[in-house]
């Protein structure tokens, strides 16, 4: 038995049956409540703290309150206490996949699958973790496995269509990644509608409305997509966030461009950005590359080559940096860095680092304290008409895996683009160029979530006067870091 | 019914606080209903120049009672608590004085030299300009301005006020020649100094200051023979004066006869009253014993030097004035803010400023020397002129708001180019000063923590580079307890305020960084000790000018630099002042805490 407190005023204690405070702890941890749950977990632990079940939602919660190593204990308890149950190790997989304990992830996922044959979920989870393991051909087949028990999985599907397209296997892969936005906890593309997903077939008795989905590095990559799309559907118009106008603006008048539902015109049908290259049957071999196909407003570049001018002189080589992405993006904590390990990079003679970043993690800019000079113009740069202007004024662009190296690269930027050991499937795996910009060079972590290998190469090649694939992210001033030496 | 408690005012006046500081000048009386009292004023004149001080203290009283705005009756009072020693209560007298009769030369002028005696140069020089502008063609207000510029570190607008006494009186003071000689010292112009105290020696041989002034001359000159020549002389006639022994001892100091030196010190120590040295000696001596190894016995020094420098100055670190201003600044400067705020245009007939920042003793002077020896960058030494603009901002901006909020009437239509105004008062008082050059394409502006104003030099200098000279914390406080300095709000009064100021000012530069795209460079004064060629090329580039060699020699550089660094920067290169806190880490232990952040972010350890 344990006990409550009646009102706020705290006077009288009502005993409450244990089970049925566990009970209220679990309905705050599905309706969201995290700290209401994480209290009355804490109160029946106080009690029976070796409980399996409070210790294993109580190390659910902690991980949704972001307190990980707590949560990893917690579950490792329950474990310990609670054996073979295959719910506790299914999700323990999660927590050690977050700390970077793949290892460990992945036995807790195979000992979870054998302990719950008949659960697809566990089979989702062990496809997931060997695909950040880049063990791919494992993942397509736990995937596979899932989906035999429970084919309309979508989780699984997307888990099979990622794997599917970084190996390079766009004909299958483009059908799973449909599963999409079947996923249940996916962010809704649009409001409801009763109209067809476009099927790809010309028509031109009609709107076709095109959506501007996923991240912005998504909308620059597929935008190529739409003079195909015009092609066929000459009265077509998108939706989009307003970042986007700039970007779109290349390819359909402002008119065209909304970014508020209500004020899009009806439609007869519609198609995401990112559904284009399936319908467009995209390959490795065949994909549209009409590089440049975004560019800078002249005036524009005139006012920030002139800025920039007064804040770094001519004689240095100018590399405009991102290091972190959107935190909010799923794959954050594997694809960003920090500005601090760009050290190698700032060591470099006749640099300057010209930080391209938004968001908070710019705040960091204002604690670096290497040698080549750091020029926040970040700080300046107000939306990506700015940034696509500010572009024509640098040398290169090092970025992790952002919409600014989207951006680069299809202005046909030398842009060099750092990528975690298992990276966003359009990357694909193994190689240092990418079928979709002819002018990004990628650099790839050789350990999980460890940046140091990667920086040191990324500097060594600005330091190599003519590296092998010298096309690529070659200078245009004449004075490089190496003439400087 | 009891009577209310009279209430006497906290200056010392001997007043009450509703007749002194506590008076309202709109409720007063006009003048002329108190003219009956004028025979009581002429009394107490009277009765003070006769020197019966009690019975003239007792009239100013009386009529300052009925009258508090007499202005004859508070000089007398005035001058009567000055002699008393009542500092505080004759400045709030003299104070009145100024402000009852702003056209009293007299009083204004006896007002700025007390301003100036006390530190308070700003408003010094605002009462000096007065009596300039009440007697123009007096050459008692020229000298006064002279003095005053001097100290404010503008010597060569001060020696233009000089020149005027000169030119003025028709003759040539051996005093003013001292005092001009000294100014000249202050610009470099050592051989100009020298002569002219040779003439005032000549004219006027036995002025103490005036040979203690030209032995200071020929120590920073290096000519360290006749420098010690002149205290001889000095020893003759004053053989236990102050001021002599401690110039003695810096000279054995700089001179390397650091057992001499201290033994001169000890003999300061055993002839002054209670057997204690002065702040300055303590410093010099603490200075001394690091240099011997002595270092429980310097840091001994280094403490008692402040807490006597506190004591006798009344100087605390102003701490909620210092972080009043930063939170202003830092809550000021956003990025989104910035996006809407003009920025001045830049001048390309003058030479440009480079703003050389860094905490004070963190080795801001070193920087200026080494650039400095480029045929292209004059050295403009700590240019005041930057705390000038944010003082007189509200005013040329015509705004009814301080520094930084001023800012805002650039929004106003008619204020649009008040930061062009801003940089030309600038620009135009560095051509005053006289630095520039012919061949000069920049000059140096090092006044330390200048880096608390960057969001405001990046408004009036976009393209100046900024060059922030970085040092280990530790080390940088282990120098401001060796110094004794004004800078940051008196913040070197104490090692704990040292070290909190430290913090934040580099918390606000953090700030100001994240939030403006600067052209700021950092470097790390240990680079230029260990790394020179390779950190002074990397100023260079970044500043846009070739190498130069000569930077690489600048202790050649005859240029001589007029802060508490000169003796440092004119050796070569080095090594003893890097990491010198390891040898006080005990008695750093409690500031450690307070920068250990800094530490780290500045990739330092402690060891």
Redo the contacts between chains.
């Keep these: 038995m344990s006990s409550s407190r009646a009102g706020d005023g705290g006077a009288v204690l009502v005993p409450v049956p244990m089970e049925e405070l566990f009970a209220v702890a679990g309905q705050y941890e599905r309706s969201g409540k995290m700290q209401e749950a994480d209290r009355l977990l804490n109160h029946i632990l106080a009690v029976a703290p070796n409980q399996p079940d409070t210790l294993h939602m109580s190390g659910i919660v902690a991980f949704r309150l972001g307190r990980q190593q707590e949560a990893l204990e917690k579950m490792e308890k329950a474990i310990e206490y609670g054996i073979d149950i295959a719910l506790y190790l299914r999700n323990i997989c999660e927590v050690y996949r977050t700390l970077n304990r793949l290892d460990d992830a992945v036995a807790a996922a195979r000992h979870a699958a054998s302990l719950g044959p008949s659960d697809p979920l566990c089979l989702h989870n062990l496809a997931v973790i060997r695909y950040e393991r880049v063990e791919i051909q494992e993942s397509i087949a736990a995937a596979e496995r899932a989906l035999m028990m429970s084919p309309d999985m979508a989780g699984a599907h997307f888990a099979r269509a990622e794997a599917l397209l970084i190996k390079g296997d766009w004909e299958q892969g483009w059908e799973e990644y449909e599963w999409r936005f079947r996923i249940a906890d996916a962010a809704r593309m649009m409001p409801p509608t009763d109209k067809p997903q476009w099927d790809g077939k010309p028509f031109d008795d009609g709107t076709l409305l095109l959506v501007a989905d996923q991240g912005f590095g998504d909308v620059i990559q597929f935008c190529r997509y739409i003079p195909w799309v015009l092609d066929r559907c000459p009265n077509a118009v998108i939706a989009c966030s307003g970042e986007m106008v700039p970007v779109l603006r290349e390819f359909l008048p402002e008119n065209k461009i909304f970014f508020r539902w209500e004020e899009c015109p009806a439609f007869k049908a519609f198609i995401p950005l990112s559904g284009l290259p399936r319908l467009h049957g995209t390959r490795i071999d065949h994909v549209p590359v009409a590089v440049p196909y975004l560019h800078a407003d002249p005036a524009r570049v005139a006012n920030w080559q002139d800025r920039m001018r007064r804040l770094v002189p001519c004689s240095y080589k100018r590399i405009g940096i991102v290091w972190a992405g959107r935190a909010t993006h799923n794959n954050d904590r594997r694809r960003s860095a920090k500005l601090a390990d760009f050290a190698p990079l700032a060591a470099l003679p006749g640099v300057a680092l010209v930080s391209l970043q938004k968001g908070p993690p710019a705040d960091q800019a204002g604690g670096y304290f290497g040698r080549a000079p750091l020029i926040n113009i970040g700080a300046e740069v107000r939306d990506y008409n700015d940034t696509m202007a500010l572009l024509e004024s640098l040398d290169l662009v090092i970025t992790v895996d952002t919409s600014v190296g989207h951006l680069a690269a299809a202005m046909g930027k030398p842009t060099w683009i750092l990528l975690a050991t298992s990276p966003d499937w359009r990357w694909l795996l193994g190689r240092s160029d990418t079928p979709w910009y002819p002018t990004v060079r990628l650099f790839r972590q050789t350990r999980s979530r460890v940046w140091s290998d990667v920086f040191q190469a990324v500097a060594a090649a600005l330091g190599d006067p003519a590296p092998p694939d010298a096309a690529v992210g070659k200078p245009k001033r004449k004075r490089s870091a190496a003439a400087a030496n | 019914m009891s009577q209310p408690a009279i209430q006497m005012c906290l200056c010392g006046s001997g007043l009450r606080a509703a007749r002194c500081c506590g008076m309202n000048p709109a409720a007063m009386p006009p003048p002329e209903s108190s003219r009956h009292l004028v025979p009581l004023v002429e009394r107490a004149v009277t009765a003070h120049r006769q020197g019966a001080i009690e019975t003239a203290e007792r009239l100013c009283l009386d009529v300052l009672e009925l009258a508090p705005d007499r202005p004859g009756a508070l000089t007398v009072l005035y001058q009567i608590r000055k002699d008393q020693g009542n500092h505080t209560a004759a400045e709030a007298l003299l104070r009145r004085v100024v402000a009852l009769d702003p056209n009293n030369f007299a009083a204004t002028n006896e007002f700025a030299l007390l301003l100036l005696a006390k530190g308070a140069i700003q408003e010094a020089e605002a009462q000096a300009r007065n009596a300039i502008r009440i007697a123009p063609q007096n050459p008692q207000a020229h000298n006064l301005m002279g003095m005053i510029l001097t100290e404010a570190q503008r010597p060569q607008v001060g020696e233009y006020h000089y020149r005027k006494v000169l030119e003025l009186s028709g003759a040539r003071d051996p005093i003013l020649l001292a005092n001009l000689a000294w100014n000249l010292k202050n610009q470099g112009r050592m051989e100009e100094g020298r002569e002219l105290y040779k003439e005032s020696v000549a004219a006027a041989p036995d002025i103490r200051q005036t040979l203690l002034g030209w032995a200071r001359l020929e120590e920073a000159d290096r000519k360290f023979d006749a420098a010690a020549e002149l205290l001889d002389r000095m020893e003759k006639q004053w053989p236990n004066d102050p001021g002599l022994l401690l110039s003695r001892a810096v000279l054995l100091g700089r001179m390397k006869r650091t057992d001499e030196a201290l033994t001169v010190l000890d003999q300061m120590a055993g002839q002054s009253t209670g057997g204690c040295l002065g702040p300055n000696e303590l410093a010099e001596k603490g200075r001394m014993l690091d240099q011997v190894g002595r270092y429980d016995d310097a840091f001994a020094a280094f403490s008692e030097g402040k807490r006597l420098a506190r004591e006798l100055s009344g100087h605390h670190y102003l701490d909620g004035a210092a972080e009043n201003l930063i939170t202003r600044l830092g809550g000021f400067f956003t ?1 989104g803010r ?2 809407t705020l003009p920025r001045a245009s ?1 001048r390309t007939d003058v030479a440009q400023p480079i703003f050389v920042l860094g905490f004070p003793r963190s080795g801001t002077t070193l920087m200026e020397q080494t650039l400095s020896a480029h045929p292209r960058i004059v050295a403009g030494d700590e240019l005041p002129l930057i705390n000038d603009l944010t003082g007189l901002m509200p005013r040329m901006l015509n705004s009814p708001l301080g520094y930084p909020e001023a800012l805002a009437e650039l929004w106003m239509g008619d204020q649009r180019e008040g930061l062009d105004n801003l940089r030309d008062y600038y620009l135009q008082k560095v051509a005053q000063m006289g630095i520039l050059t012919p061949l000069a394409a920049w000059f140096t502006d090092k006044m330390p923590l200048n880096e608390t104003h960057l969001g405001l030099i990046a408004l009036l200098f ?2 100046a580079p900024l060059i922030h000279v ?1 040092r280990h914390p530790l080390d940088i406080m282990v120098s401001a307890l060796s110094n004794h300095f004004t800078h940051g709000m008196f913040c070197a009064s104490a090692l704990e305020t040292a070290a909190t100021h430290y913090v934040r000012v580099m918390n606000l ?14 470097i ?1 004064y240990e680079d230029m000790v260990t790394d020179q060629e ?1 950190t002074v ?2 100023v260079l ?4 000018e070739p190498f130069n060699p000569k930077c690489l020699r600048f202790h050649e550089n005859q240029r001589y630099a007029r802060t508490a660094s000169y003796a440092q920067v004119t050796e070569r290169l080095y090594d003893r002042s890097r990491f010198r806190y390891r040898h006080y880490l005990k008695h750093l232990q409690p500031v450690i805490p307070i920068l250990r952040p800094h530490i780290e ?3 330092y350890t402690v060891d």
Excluded: H, T, W
């Excluded at chain 2, 953090?510 to 939030?515: D, H, P, T």
């Excluded at chain 2, 580039?541 to 846009?544: A, N, S």
């Design positions: 990025a910035l996006q830049v976009p393209e970085i530069v953090q700030k100001y960084r994240s939030e403006m795209a600067l052209r700021y460079l950092p790390r390779n090329r990397s580039d970044f500043v846009g972010r500045l990739g």
